[in-house]
């Protein structure tokens, strides 16, 4: 009893205590001192092996192996002998790629990483070659062997089954070139003002006939006898200017002196404008002509760069900058091969490719899928081949497809593909029923020198046709210039992009390169060429290439291993399905069926499975 009234008394008590009180009387009054993991990085420490701290699916064990199944002999070879020992050609391969897969394309930044980055240290073998070392490499070294080491690697991707080669998407992306935005020559100004500037020369040479008192015909030129006209009449000149000083040092009147003076600075005028101006800037007009070749532009900076129209606009109004033309071919997104082009349009960037593509060591496609800045005659041409065996397959759209499966299009009375035509007479019928008839052949070329042939048909009358206005602007019969053989590849074409089977292959084209284009220029910031110049900028694109498809390698693996521990986890949950017997507190008990895993026995009952 005195033990219930207690518990009782209690009991009202605490109904009659606040509820802060309640909480503040739960609270236990033990003060616990708060513990940390050991820390002192002041203590000397030592790693043994920096290998154990890369993971294995780390893009730097891709690179090292990679690398090493290059044979010696192949980077050996470029490598003359003697002097002072050079760094590990594989190191170097191993570290540069390394440091631009990380997003790293200065060789400053790169020697940074062989005293910061664990992965990079590794590869080097803890050897730090400095910033000049790795740009010469880069620069000097990478430059001979860059196609050799690339096809290499291509090789071995075949070889490991991560591409075929079979199937070969083709596009092309401007990359900005390292060279002053403002640094630009024009081919029309600089051809403009050779063109003043010659008849500026010819105004002279005749100024200096009338000088010396000399026929004007004798020193008459052609525009290209220019510069050896000008150094005739400068040594004329001058044998004149040395006569009339030793005439002045001999003259003792004061007033035939001025005379003789006088008449030596009208010389000395031309002979000046000619050493200082006319022909310093008739040899740089000729250099520039020289550099310009089939282009339009080109920059003071990088003279191999040519100005184009960037997607990337900072200005956002259509500024030209200096860059490249950069073609690239991938499959499952990886890069097969690529070419750097000097000029802006793919179209006449698509059959130097495919050649320098047959020119190496690499397979050739079965088929070829690009875009429809790639569809032109002479580019169907080449891939139909001269003997009419295909040197490939292709899925390239013309640059009118979609437009053709408009209505619009089909109702447009303008356009000879929607009229009738008679096969049996060779002749149109067009949409008043007025014959079009065949009137003559004629040959063209156009700008890329591709010699076409024409058919000309011409109506019969169309004097009082109610649609004419609708049909042409010319003033007298519509006429049709039909290129046969265009139009032929055009249905070839055509045929295969509305293949089923075919139809899925191009609709994969997005997906391939230009998601390669995308992690390129913006997952990985490449959007400027470190180097100057067609050959450094080939050897830097090959770079970037290698490292995008070494880091498409590591990714792979990576998948791969984290699918293998998902089908793991998987498996063991499934098999966690049986009948178990538990010793538990001494006596043996046999569980029915349930799923559970081993962890969650053994940490809800301590026993052992038998």
């Known amino acids: 009893m005195r033990n219930l009234t207690t518990t009782t008394e ?48 780390h893009v730097a064990r891709v690179i ?29 391969l191993k570290v540069i790629l390394y440091g631009y897969s990380q997003k790293v394309y200065s060789c400053r930044g790169i020697e940074k990483l062989l005293h910061e980055n664990l992965p990079a240290m590794w590869l080097a073998a803890m050897q730090q070659p400095d910033f000049r070392t790795l740009n010469d490499f880069r620069g000097v070294r990478m430059k001979a062997f860059m196609d050799e080491l690339f096809e290499t690697m291509i090789q071995k991707l075949i070889a490991d089954n991560y591409i075929t080669m079979e199937q070969y998407f083709l596009d092309g992306t401007k990359i900005e070139a390292n060279a002053n935005k403002y640094s630009f020559v024009w081919k029309k100004s600089t051809l403009r003002s050779e063109e ?63 005379v003789l003076r006088k008449k030596r600075s009208a010389l000395k005028q031309p002979l000046k404008q000619i050493r200082e101006d006319f022909l310093p800037r008739l040899t740089k007009y000729e250099q520039q002509k020289a550099c310009f070749g089939d282009r339009n ?10 100005f184009m129209r960037m997607k990337e606009d900072h200005m956002k109004n259509g500024q030209l900058k200096p860059g490249y033309n950069v073609q690239m071919a991938t499959e499952n997104q990886f890069v097969l091969f690529y070419s750097i082009h000097q000029r ?13 593509l047959a020119a190496s060591g690499l397979p050739m496609p079965k088929t070829v899928i690009a875009d429809a800045g790639y569809g032109s005659e002479e580019n169907y041409l080449y891939a139909v081949g001269e003997e009419k065996e295909p040197r490939f397959d292709f899925l390239i759209p013309y640059g009118s497809y979609m437009k053709e499966k408009t209505r619009r299009y089909k109702k447009d009375i303008r356009h000879a ?11 149109f019928i067009c949409p008043n029923g ?77 997906v391939e390169v230009e998601s390669v284009f995308g992690h390129i220029k913006g997952n990985r910031s490449f959007r400027r060429f470190s180097l100057r110049g067609l050959e450094k900028v080939h050897t830097e694109f090959g770079i970037v290439a290698l490292a995008h498809n070494l880091l498409k390698v590591a990714g792979i693996r990576h998948a791969t291993l984290l699918q293998k521990r998902q089908n793991q986890k998987s498996w063991t949950k499934k098999t966690s399905r049986f009948s178990v017997q538990l010793f538990i507190l001494g006596t043996y008990w046999t569980a029915p069926f349930f799923t559970v895993t081993t962890s969650d026995l053994h940490r809800r009952y301590p026993c052992q499975l038998i």
């Open 434 to 510: 007025r014959y079009v008839l065949f009137k003559k052949y004629q040959t063209k070329k156009n700008t890329s020198g591709l010699e076409q042939s024409f058919k000309i048909y011409e109506c019969e009358d169309c004097s009082d046709c109610p649609f004419k206005t609708s049909c042409t602007k010319a003033k007298g019969n519509r006429q049709i210039h039909w290129n046969t053989i265009w139009e032929e590849l055009k249905i070839k074409a055509k045929k295969a992009l509305e293949d089923d089977e075919k139809s899925a292959i191009y609709a994969r084209r997005k």
């Open 196 to 258: 003043k500037l010659k008849e500026k020369v010819q105004a002279t040479l005749a100024h200096i006939h009338t000088l010396i008192e000399q026929e004007a015909g004798e020193y008459a030129a052609e525009p290209n006898e220019l510069p050896a006209k000008l150094e005739a009449a400068a040594v004329v000149l001058e044998e004149k200017v040395e006569g009339l000083t030793e005439q002045i040092a001999e003259a003792n009147d004061s007033q035939e002196r001025k």
């Open 10 to 57: 209690q009991y009202t008590m605490q109904e009659a205590l606040p509820l802060g009180a309640l909480e503040e009387k739960a609270v236990s009054k033990r003060t616990l001192a708060p513990t940390f993991k050991d820390y002192d990085n002041k203590q000397a420490q030592m790693i043994l092996d920096l290998e154990m701290y890369i993971p294995s699916h």
């Open 64 to 92: 090292d192996e990679m690398i090493e199944a290059i044979p010696d002999e192949q980077l050996f070879a470029h490598y003359t002998g003697g002097g002072r020992s050079s760094y590990h050609p594989k190191m170097m």
């Open 297 to 306: 532009s080109y920059s003071k900076t990088d003279p191999d760069a040519t």
């Open 344 to 356: 802006p349009t793919d179209t006449r960037c698509f059959i130097p490719h495919m050649e320098r």
């Open 417 to 427: 593909s929607n009229w009738t035509y008679e096969e049996r007479n060779d002749r």
